[in-house]
Each structure stands twice: as structure tokens, then as C-alpha cells.
């Protein structure tokens, strides 16, 4: 009986082989996606380590291969091939941002690929979409579900475009609804006087031992998300160039936020979204604390960052969530960075409109506002003179023999 011939991207067994003392060399022939053989090797100082690196080779043209369109999908293609492929359509097309393909991959590595990698594009179908997003639901991970229901349905509509499905599976699969939240979160006047005098006598307490000053600018962080509805991020990832202090009409520009990306902390040069790129004007205790902030004379680092870590980099947002913690402890105030910024929206809204608390906080559109950043008001509005001109102007339209002498 004949050998199957090597699929079209996969390769066959790897050899190995010691080709003098301490230099070893791993082998083996690899099919592309145009069809054509390649033998491939690579060398290492141990047999486990020129493996390891052909491996890397091979995988490297793989996704060389996919992100040039070289690949093809098939209804006979594994569901980790075609994953591998809109991984790679993705970096290629270069329109996510660090953070998304981070959430991506994670959702890829902890859910899609244990329960699709093994089975063939043709075998994804609407009840084994719904067994899985059921599952994450039953098991309070709704957020993870939504994501998932978001990456799977990218990936087959990708299958759709090459061929391989006649239809998105995830269009008919549940839809993932979270149970109705609480009442929106924000905080009291008292609270709002209490927690900035708090965290003004934690950043002064006294010094660490050894001497080293306090400087976790604190203070001036809250403040300033406290008067423009910035997120954390955001709020960190400001530069000095973003800043007009000097103007009529101070003012700070949203550019960048702070994000994770492979282990570290950086500025990403772009905020969350498109529409949260924005100029907010600065009352005046928020321009006090950013002058604050530039009086102490911090190394911003290459991005002239306003409120930087000590070593010159962008600050922790985990970190500061940490201090504002034990800055309130034992004030009985209990706060969180994102509820400034649904209290700055309420008051915004309750003061101005809704499209105004919209555009400060930077949302596409005024639903997100509303449903999640807006307090809703339970007592409605004093309008008994407005409903009182309804029956006046009722009666003032009689005619006279209508009118009862």
C-alpha cells in the first residue's frame, strides 16, 4: 500500500543526529502549501535543541506561508490549522491592537483549541458552538463566553471566505446575555471629600526606611481622573505633549493608554478605541495636580511620561489600584478607579445632557453611556405645571356650546 503523501504545510518524522562532539543535527522534509518538497535542518548543541529549533523553523514558515495567502482551507481541515490561519490573517492585516490579540490568544489557548482543535471545519456545527458557549455560561464565565462567541464567529466567517464552510455555525449558536446588572456605581459628595484628604495623608505618612520619599503621585492620579472621566490607563499613559496648561482654556488630549504586552508594561501608542481619542478641558483642581505631578521633576522616560514609575516607565494600573486600597482603608469608603468615571458621567449628564457625558468619556455611542456609567434617576421630574397646561389648553379649546353653563 502506497504512503499517503505529506499534506500540504505539515512535515514528516524529524531525525536527529550527532554530527560531532556537542553539535547535533535535527532534519526533515516539509511539504508547502504550493506542494513542494523542502528538506529543512537546523543545528543545536544537543539533539533536544536543534529539534526545537527546526520546529520553530518550520512553524515560522507556516505562518509566513498563511500570512501571504498561501494557505487554503478545506472542509477537511483541521480546526488548529485554521485557528493558526486567522492568527496570522490577523498580525498581517496589523489592525489590532497588543492588548486585543493578547485577550485573542487567550481565548484561543484556554478555549477554542481544547474544544474545536480536533475537529475538521466540516464537523463545527451550530450544537457544538452552543455546548461550549453553554458551558462558560453555566459556569458564571460570561465575559470569557462573549469573547469566545466573538473569536469563533471570526474564524468561521474566515472558513465561509476560503470555502471551507457553506455557513457561519456560530451565527445560529446562543446568543451570550449576562444577568441584569446592578444599579450603576458612583460616588457620594462625602465619600468624593473623604477619599481625596485620604489619599493626601497616605502619600505623605512617613518615609520608608532608609529614607526613600513617598512619590507614588497618588493624589494627583485621582484627581485627574476624578475631574476628566480618563481610565486608568489612559490617565497613566499620559505625556507631557498632551498637555496645554498654559492655555485659555486648559486642556489634556487622549492619546495612548498602558497595556501588557508579551510580559511587560508599555505605552500603546493609541487609545482603546478610535472614538476614544479626544481633548477634554480641565477644571481647575485638576491642572493644580498635573502641575503637581511635573513640579516633582520624575523621569517621564522616552514617552515624557506625566505620571511615570520610578525607573522612568509607564506606572502599574494593578499597582495603583493597590494604593488607592490602602489609601481608603479605614476611611469607609469603598471605591474603584473606573467609579470616578461613571461618576463624572452622571454628574456630566444630569448637568448637561447625555451626549455630552458621552463625548467626555470618549464612547461610540450614547447607550454605553447611559446603560453603564449613567445613575438612573428613580424619582421623575417635577413637570405639574407643564401636565397642568395639557388640561388648561384642553378646556381653552371648547367651543361655547360645549361648555357646561
Same mark, same amino acid.
Given at each position: ?211 526613600? *520619599?513617598?512619590?507614588?503621585? #497618588? !493624589?494627583?492620579? =485621582?484627581? @485627574?481622573? &476624578? ?5 486608568? %490607563? ?42 476614544? *481619542?479626544?481633548?477634554?478641558? #480641565? !477644571?481647575?483642581? =485638576?491642572? @493644580?495636580? &498635573? ?5 516633582? %521633576? ?42 470616578? *468615571? ?9 448637568? @448637561?445632557? &447625555? ?51
Amino acid at each position: 500500500m502506497a504512503r499517503e503523501p505529506l499534506k500540504p504545510g505539515r512535515w514528516g518524522r524529524i531525525s536527529r543526529k550527532e554530527v560531532r562532539p556537542g553539535v547535533w543535527r535535527a532534519q526533515v522534509k516539509y511539504r508547502d502549501f504550493a506542494g513542494v518538497i523542502h528538506k529543512l535542518e537546523a543545528r543545536g548543541p544537543s539533539g533536544a535543541a536543534a529539534e526545537g529549533r527546526l520546529e520553530d523553523k518550520l512553524h515560522r514558515m507556516n505562518s509566513d506561508s498563511i500570512a501571504n495567502g498561501g494557505a487554503t482551507l478545506r472542509p477537511e481541515t483541521r480546526m488548529s490549522v485554521a485557528f493558526d490561519h486567522w492568527v496570522a490573517e490577523k498580525r498581517a492585516e496589523g489592525q489590532i491592537a497588543p492588548q486585543s490579540l493578547t485577550t485573542y490568544l487567550g481565548v484561543l489557548d484556554r478555549d477554542l483549541r481544547p474544544a474545536f482543535g480536533a475537529l475538521r471545519v466540516r464537523e463545527v456545527t451550530p450544537v457544538a458552538v452552543n455546548r461550549v458557549l453553554m458551558a462558560l455560561s453555566g459556569a458564571q464565565k460570561f465575559d470569557t463566553a462573549r469573547q469566545a462567541r466573538n473569536v469563533m464567529s471570526q474564524v468561521m466567517m474566515m472558513c465561509v471566505r476560503y470555502g471551507a464552510a457553506p455557513f457561519n455555525p456560530v451565527r445560529d449558536a446562543v446568543t451570550v446575555r449576562k444577568p441584569r446588572r446592578d444599579e450603576v456605581r458612583t460616588i457620594t459628595l462625602k465619600d468624593i471629600a473623604l477619599l481625596r484628604e485620604a489619599v493626601r495623608e497616605w502619600e505623605n505618612r512617613p518615609a520608608l526606611r532608609r529614607g526613600r *520619599r513617598n512619590v507614588t503621585l #497618588l !493624589p494627583q492620579i =485621582v484627581d @485627574t481622573m &476624578l475631574g476628566t472621566g480618563v481610565r486608568i %490607563g489612559e490617565c497613566l499613559a499620559l505625556r507631557e505633549e498632551d498637555l496645554d496648561l498654559d492655555a485659555k482654556v486648559p486642556t489634556l488630549t487622549v492619546t495612548g493608554t498602558v497595556v501588557r504586552a508579551n510580559g511587560r508594561l508599555i505605552r500603546q501608542p493609541k487609545p482603546k478605541s478610535d472614538s476614544s *481619542r479626544r481633548t477634554i478641558t #480641565l !477644571p481647575d483642581f =485638576v491642572v @493644580t495636580a &498635573l502641575r503637581e505631578a511635573l513640579e516633582l %521633576g520624575l523621569d517621564g522616560g522616552e514617552d515624557g511620561l506625566v505620571f511615570p514609575s520610578t525607573r522612568g516607565t509607564p506606572r502599574s494600573p494593578g499597582r495603583v489600584r493597590d494604593q488607592l486600597r490602602e489609601a481608603r482603608e479605614g476611611t469607609g469608603v469603598d471605591v474603584t478607579p473606573h467609579d470616578f *468615571r461613571r461618576t463624572v458621567a452622571t454628574q456630566v449628564a444630569r448637568g @448637561t445632557t &447625555l451626549a455630552h457625558a458621552t463625548a467626555l468619556l470618549g464612547h461610540a455611542d450614547e447607550a454605553t453611556t447611559a446603560r453603564h456609567y449613567v445613575q438612573r434617576i428613580h424619582v421623575a421630574p417635577d413637570v405639574r405645571a407643564i401636565i397642568d397646561q395639557l388640561v388648561a389648553q384642553a378646556s381653552e379649546g371648547l367651543p361655547p356650546e360645549g361648555k357646561r353653563e
